[in-house]
């Protein structure tokens, strides 16, 4: 069992950066980073696949997000700029077990962390 701890998030006013980190204790195939709004579903923000070579991202966060990862140190980041309330949420990280594309269901990964608090005031 892979566990995942992620760091970085905190308070931040619009337009603001934040630089979300997740330290996996062994090896994941692909990862993703998924957020969760008060009262809404869990949703896909950004992933990556195994090599590094493939990244995916929401349209909500297309050209002000970097998804990256570094599998010598077992580590995923997620850099966002220009953030808006609307990126208010709980930021997870996700790890899957077997090979496969990258998802963009949460139900295509395996592992995942507690979770990290993104909170963007106006």
């Known amino acids: 069992q892979v566990q995942l701890v ?10 603001g950066s934040l630089r979300l980190s997740c330290a996996a204790s062994g ?5 993703g980073w998924f ?3 008060p009262g809404k579903e869990r949703e896909f923000v950004a992933g990556i696949s ?5 990244t995916y991202y ?3 966060v297309k050209r002000r997000s970097t998804i990256s990862r570094d ?4 580590t995923l980041d997620l850099q966002m700029n220009s953030l808006k309330p609307e990126d208010t949420a709980v930021y997870y990280c996700a790890g899957a077990r077997t ?6 269901i949460s139900s295509a990964y395996d592992y995942w962390g507690q979770g ?3 909170t963007v005031s106006s």
Not at 27 to 31: E, G, N, W
């Open 50 to 54: 195994w090599s590094g070579g493939s």
């Open 35 to 37: 957020r969760q709004a």
């Open 71 to 74: 599998n010598d140190k077992n």
């Open 58 to 60: 929401a349209d909500s």
């Open 99 to 104: 090979r496969a594309p990258v998802a963009t």
């Open 6 to 15: 992620e760091s970085g998030g905190g308070s931040v006013q619009a337009g």
């Open 27 to 31: 090896r994941t195939y692909a990862m």
């Open 116 to 118: 990290t608090q993104v």
